[in-house]
């Protein structure tokens, strides 16, 4: 399944890298996402962080900005290959390589001060055994930061159900106009993605056992951790996303 997963998001990889060029021309959203990463981090430079599934690499050249000494790992080819055309082109100081989430086996025990990553766990075929590999390449008191969210699992949403499809309709045409790009998911697409474990699940909750389960000690779960930077164009275009989203800060005791 891995093999299939990284094949989706290598086809993707194009369109995401617009995605993150995007954030980086508006300057509300590299702060926002700043100042979320640096208060996970507890505000101290110089830490080795992991950036699991980089993607195009967006925190990578957020945190090695910062000051950071940064390791940037996903497992499509494609993500991996454009991160590192941003890196070069950012002149962000980032090793990066092809690697599975679940076995990181070019990592040593007790290695990293954080490990951070953004919509990367509900893509992962294995995310039990994920969080265990992160624990076990933390250091001891280390922090994991995770951003994350119920994207295609089924629930009762908190607003009308018109109001979403105007706000997913709205979302989408401004992504059209300021990124260039268009959704564009086959049915074997959402067949794949809707066997992922964490699609099955309701979460955070289903993130919180996990990690218990690793050793992890839960020190935040926020939900709709975006609220200050509503009516930001970021906003208009993702907002609709916002009550399925959450950020965790978990620590390796």
């Not at 490990?115 to 509900?122: A, F, Q, Y």
Request: charged fraction near 25%; proline fraction near 3%.
């Amino acid at each position: 399944m891995l093999k299939d997963i990284s094949n989706y998001w290598t086809s993707g990889s194009g369109s995401y890298d617009k995605a993150v060029k995007a954030q980086f021309r508006s300057r509300r959203t590299v702060s926002m996402w700043t100042s979320l990463l640096n208060e996970g981090l507890g505000g101290r430079k110089g830490q080795a962080v992991l950036d699991m599934g980089t993607g195009p690499g967006f925190f990578s050249i957020l945190l090695s900005r910062m000051g950071h000494r940064v390791t940037a790992v996903d497992a499509s080819q494609g993500m991996i290959e454009t991160a590192a055309r941003n890196f070069r082109a950012a002149g962000a100081d980032v090793k990066a390589y092809l690697g599975d989430a679940a076995h990181l086996h070019a990592e040593k025990d007790n290695s990293f001060d954080a490990v951070v990553c953004r919509d990367v766990v509900w893509t992962l075929p294995d995310p039990y055994r994920a969080y265990a590999e992160w624990y076990r390449i933390l250091k001891p008191g280390g922090t994991l930061i995770v951003f994350d969210g119920n994207y295609l699992y089924r629930k009762e949403p908190k607003r009308p159900a018109l109001f979403n499809k105007l706000w997913y309709a709205l979302g989408w045409t401004l992504i059209l106009l300021t990124e260039l790009r268009v959704r564009s998911r086959s049915d074997q697409d959402k067949e794949l993605l809707g066997k992922l474990p964490f699609v099955q699940v309701l979460r955070p909750e289903a993130d919180q056992e996990a990690l218990q389960r690793a050793g992890f000690r839960i020190q935040e779960i926020r939900h709709n951790f975006t609220s200050g930077y509503k009516m930001t164009m970021q906003h208009l275009k993702y907002g609709y996303q916002s009550d399925r989203r959450f950020m965790i800060i978990a620590k390796k005791e």
